[in-house]
């Protein structure tokens, strides 16, 4: 079982960025893939980006790549979406996940956080 928590959510405005970080209460960080989703409201879940247990191997959703970066740290059991150029319409809340690979497909990861929400203003 991993438990994984979201912090870094706020409101920014447009053009300005966050850090979101994912914290996962696991001995065994290194051996989980990771992913960020999000979701607005009234839309579905969405994929953000995620990473390989080493960190070697990074995917993006189209709309935001060159734009966020995702990143980890196996001696801290942390993971992170930094955030930039940020738009009206990346307005969700961002969940992050835990899974055994790396995948678009959110059904691959079993361990989900609580979500932190991130509000762009125009």
């Known amino acids: 079982q991993v438990q994984v928590e979201e912090s870094g959510g706020g409101l920014v405005q447009s053009g300005g960025s966050l850090r979101l970080s994912c914290a996962a209460s696991?001995?065994?960080?290194?051996?989980?893939?990771m992913g960020w989703f999000r979701q607005a409201p009234g839309k579905d879940r969405e994929f953000v980006a995620a990473?390989?247990?080493?960190?070697?191997?990074?995917i993006y959703a189209d709309d935001v790549k060159g734009r966020f970066t995702i990143s980890r740290d196996n001696a801290k059991n942390t993971v992170y979406l930094q955030s930039n150029s940020l738009k009206p319409e990346d307005t969700a809340v961002y969940y992050c996940?835990?899974?055994?690979?790396?995948?678009?497909?959110?059904?691959?990861?079993?361990?989900w956080g609580q979500g932190t929400q991130v509000t762009v203003s125009s």
């Open positions: 996940a835990a899974g055994r690979a790396i995948s678009m497909n959110d059904g691959w990861y079993p361990y």
């Open positions: 696991t001995r065994t960080f290194s051996s989980y893939a």
């Open positions: 990473i390989s247990r080493s960190g070697g191997d990074t």
